[in-house]
């Protein structure tokens, strides 16, 4: 698996734009799952994978050496961590979470008046 990278064609995009390389890296599945689970501290391989419930020990490796080529995890005291620019990330898509909350009780409300 090649590593994803601002400024070369992603997945769906031609353009080289950092955020579509973001969008692509953080698509891909168990990126997001892997670094969510980081935010509360180091895990051991076995642990993270323990916690991400159903990958295989190939695509976790495969995940875990594609974040770390992209400097969002890296290896700690006590296992896998996230980098400082992974808990910025992290850090930054907060907003993100509050606003799906906002937005799942909006489509409620929609699909309640239909």
């Known amino acids: 698996m090649s590593s994803v990278l601002p400024n070369q064609t992603v997945r769906g995009s031609t353009s ?3 955020i579509m390389a973001l969008f692509d ?5 168990w990126n997001m ?3 969510w689970e980081l935010r509360a501290g180091p895990l051991t391989f ?3 994978q323990a916690q991400c419930g159903g990958v295989s ?3 976790m490796n495969g995940r875990i050496k594609q974040l770390q080529a992209v400097q969002l995890i890296g290896v ?3 296992g896998y961590v996230l980098t400082d620019l992974g808990q910025e990330l992290m850090d930054r898509l907060d907003p993100l979470r509050a606003w799906s909350a906002d937005w799942v ?7 309640e008046s239909d």
């Open 33 to 35: 799952r892997i670094m």
């Open 76 to 78: 700690g005291e006590g």
């Open 105 to 111: 009780e909006a489509l409620d409300r929609t699909s």
């Open 57 to 59: 020990p190939s695509v």
């Open 25 to 29: 890296i953080l698509g891909r599945k």
């Open 16 to 18: 080289g734009v950092p």
């Open 46 to 48: 076995r642990a993270l």
